[in-house]
Each structure stands twice: as C-alpha cells, then as structure tokens.
Nanobody, 115 residues
Framework: QVQLVESGGGLVQAGGSLRLSCANS????????MGWYRQAPGKQRELVAG???????NYADSVKGRFTISGDNAKNTVYLQMNSLKPEDTAVYYC?????????WGQGTQVTVSS
C-alpha cells in the first residue's frame, strides 16, 4: 500500500536551512513526476518544486536559487533542500508523487521560519 511519509520539518530562524525528505512505504512502479507543495494558513496549496522522471526540475519563482529538489524514482524518494529560509516560507509542506493515473500525497510536515 502506498503511503508517503514526510520528515525534516521544524522551526528555524530566518536565513537557516532545512532538508525535507519523503519516502514511500509501498511501491509506485512508474512515476511521472514528484514534487513538493506547500499551504500557508488562509492560502491555497501551491507548487514549490517539481522533478520529472527524466530529471527536469521546475521551481516557484519565490524559491528559485534557494531551494533544490532531488529524488530517486526507483526508490520512490524525494527531497527538498531549503536554504536562506524566509518567514514567508512558513507553511505545511506536502510531498506528491504522480503515477500517470493517480496522485499520491503525504500527510504534510510543518515548516516554521521565525524572523
């Protein structure tokens, strides 16, 4: 059974770094894309970073140059290295894996950046 589990969130001061990890306790045999989304209070969930099965990446303008996504399709793992964190990065971060026919989501991990 597919279950995505995120880890690595927490409280950090502005300018600090965190590394989020997401692992699948089951198996998805054919992954199209993996990504990280976030949702701040009162706001819609937004894409932070994505990576395709071919390794192409894309980032929200607000995190370009600060965040780096990486992953391993075969191991069903995806990571998000977050540097130079800002208070506006505070949100619940969700892992996503897309298998062409279905979207899978993690339960979310809280990231709080203090000023």
């Amino acid at each position: 059974q597919v279950q995505l589990v995120e880890s690595g969130g927490g409280l950090v001061q502005a300018g600090g770094s965190l590394r989020l990890s997401c692992a699948n306790s089951g198996i998805i045999f054919s992954i199209n894309t993996m990504g990280w989304y976030r949702q701040a209070p009162g706001k819609q969930r937004e894409l932070v970073a994505g990576i395709t099965s071919g390794g192409s990446t894309n980032y929200a303008d607000s995190v370009k140059g600060r965040f780096t996504i990486s992953g391993d399709n075969a191991k069903n793992t995806v990571y998000l290295q977050m540097n130079s964190l800002k208070p506006e990065d505070t949100a619940v971060y969700y892992c996503n894996m897309n298998s062409y026919v279905r979207n899978y989501w993690g339960q979310g991990t809280q990231v709080t950046v203090s000023s």
